[in-house]
């Protein structure tokens, strides 16, 4: 008869990597998705990860490694973290959750191949990946990659995405009027209305003259000193429309921009048809394009929302 083969196996080093890994994961997902991040839920749903990888000292319950339980593992991790409730967020996060965790395990698995010289393989215990005689420093690697995609790599293939949408066809409605204007999407733009936290659209006073009466722009096309003449002076209708939205820009500190609430807008691309109501207009009183290719900006969080 054959020797027993034994494998040593260090608890606590394999808490501590996959802990360490779960975390990255974790992360890299929350920035990827843009959920709000508070690391003492991250590090609770890391633990609870690398708890789970323990299951390799169970091999007599191979009901603990099948798939079911790995993607409910999952699911209590991204939970744990986030805190979500609904269906749709929970398997969005997973799904960049994994596509996380392949790019980290990938990325290891390709370094160590190409650049380690000793020896070291894969082996699977119990369902559960174990990487022997690797230099556990390699798994800086992976942190990186993780934080790479967290915090850059996913944000430029996004960009670029957004990119492709920055010409559309914007349709303004108020009341039972309403105009279209060709408009562009500034990832610059970080406007929103001081109360409501809702995103700006940037649009010229010009493009509005069918939708907003004249004596309204006009007060706008004024010095900064009537706004507040203006705000006063309007019946509630069309006051309660207005607001104040503070900005800075070159050359102009601590400016003010009247802003406007549309009752919705309609952007039209190639690409998708989204309609929004909570969105604010701030008016301004110049050209935003000298060639005229464009009469409105865009805030980015339109379409971000509604990806």
């Known amino acids: 008869m054959g020797e027993t083969e034994y494998v040593k196996v260090y608890v606590d080093v394999i808490l501590l990597v996959n802990f360490i890994m779960d975390y990255f994961i974790l992360w890299a997902t929350g920035k990827i998705i843009n959920y709000n991040i ?85 082996q699977a215990l119990n369902g559960v990946g174990i990487l022997w005689g690797i ?13 790479f995609i967290g915090y850059g790599g996913f944000s430029c293939l996004k960009k670029n995405w957004l990119h492709q949408q920055l010409f559309n066809m914007l349709t303004i409605n108020i009341k ?26 940037v649009v010229e006073i010009d ?17 900064d000193n009537k706004i507040y003449d203006l705000v006063t002076s309007l019946d509630k209708e069309w006051s309660s429309r207005l607001s104040l939205i503070p900005f800075n820009s070159v050359g102009k500190n601590h400016g003010i921009m009247i802003g406007f609430r549309p009752d919705s807008i ?6 998708q048809n989204i309609i929004v109501s909570n969105v604010v207009l701030g008016l301004v009183n110049r050209s935003l394009s000298k060639e005229g290719k464009y009469r409105a900006l865009l ?5 971000q929302e509604k990806s």
């Not at 960049?96 to 190409?114: H, R």
């Not at 805030?299 to 379409?303: A, K, L, R, S």
Request: aromatic content about 12%.
């Open 299 to 303: 805030h980015p969080q339109i379409f």
């Open 135 to 147: 230099n556990y420093w390699w798994l800086i690697i992976a942190i990186i990659v993780a934080i």
């Open 266 to 271: 309609e952007i039209k691309s190639k690409y």
């Open 38 to 122: 508070k690391t003492s839920r991250i590090i609770v749903g890391a633990f609870f990860g690398a708890t789970y990888s323990l299951v390799i000292l169970f091999p007599e319950w191979p009901l603990l490694t099948s798939l079911f339980i790995k993607v409910l593992c999952s699911v209590f991790m991204i939970c744990i973290a986030y805190g979500m409730s609904t269906i749709g967020k929970i398997l969005k996060a997973l799904t960049f959750m994994y596509l996380v965790s392949f790019a980290m395990g990938g990325t290891v698995i390709g370094a160590v191949y190409l650049l380690d010289s000793k020896p070291s393989y894969l």
């Open 207 to 223: 493009a509005l003259k069918k939708i907003i009466p004249d004596y309204i722009l006009n007060k706008v096309r004024e010095d």
């Open 176 to 201: 039972d009027n309403k105009t279209i204007i060709p408009a562009l999407l500034d990832t610059g733009n970080q406007l929103s209305e001081p109360t409501t936290k809702n995103p700006v659209v």
